[in-house]
């Protein structure tokens, strides 16, 4: 729990990163249904990436087996050798070994569209806070999941319902 605060604290702009540091430790103790999970990528003992998925529901109580993926991050010293994308990649095989149908990401377009994210399958469903930026609001629906609900206002597991993190 200890590198993981201080891997955030490191990575993240500092006017970011104890905000972000808190969320990636409360998420370690979410308890939820299906089940919160993260992945980290070490060598020799050292920390270098971390990735948490947590479970998002809508408010009108459809079935829906969908995730955040949030937060992410990698040693500044080991940035750009490929970390990000392989605990990425880890997490959404994962996701659909679980039987996830979509995935959401709040983050850097640029960054998530190489793994299939995409603003315009984000848009139908709305998120309970207002988005200081917006156009980072992303989705990624997985295959054999074409019934998905339309639209609807997602919900979220509780460390993630801190309108500041949006």
């Given at each position: 729990?200890?590198?993981?605060?201080?891997?955030?604290?490191?990575?993240f702009?500092?006017?970011?990163?104890?905000?972000?540091a808190?969320?990636?430790?409360?998420?370690?103790?979410?308890?939820?249904?299906?089940?919160?999970?993260?992945?980290?990528?070490?060598?020799?003992?050292r920390?270098?990436?971390?990735?948490?998925?947590s479970?998002?529901?809508?408010?009108?109580?459809?079935?829906?087996?969908?995730?955040t993926?949030?937060p992410?991050?990698?040693?500044?010293?080991?940035q750009?050798?490929g970390?990000g994308?392989?605990?990425?990649?880890?997490?959404?095989?994962?996701?659909?070994?679980?039987?996830?149908?979509?995935?959401?990401?709040?983050?850097?377009?640029?960054?998530?569209?190489?793994?299939?994210?995409?603003?315009?399958?984000?848009?139908?469903?709305?998120?309970?806070?207002?988005?200081?930026?917006?156009?980072?609001?992303?989705?990624?629906?997985?295959?054999?999941?074409?019934?998905?609900?339309?639209?609807?206002?997602?919900?979220?597991?509780?460390?993630?319902q801190?309108?500041?993190?949006?």
């Amino acid at each position: 729990i200890a590198a993981i605060d201080r891997l955030y604290r490191t990575a993240f702009p500092s006017e970011e990163a104890e905000e972000v540091a808190e969320l990636a430790v409360a998420l370690l103790n979410e308890a939820s249904v299906p089940e919160s999970f993260a992945l980290v990528s070490e060598q020799e003992g050292r920390l270098l990436g971390h990735i948490g998925f947590s479970p998002v529901g809508l408010q009108d109580g459809s079935a829906f087996a969908g995730f955040t993926l949030a937060p992410l991050a990698v040693d500044p010293e080991v940035q750009g050798q490929g970390i990000g994308s392989r605990l990425v990649e880890a997490g959404l095989r994962r996701l659909r070994s679980l039987g996830a149908a979509i995935v959401f990401v709040y983050g850097d377009p640029v960054y998530y569209r190489r793994f299939g994210f995409d603003a315009a399958c984000a848009t139908a469903y709305a998120v309970p806070y207002d988005l200081q930026y917006p156009f980072g609001w992303q989705a990624l629906k997985l295959p054999g999941h074409e019934d998905l609900p339309s639209a609807g206002t997602l919900t979220f597991v509780p460390s993630l319902q801190r309108p500041e993190l949006w």
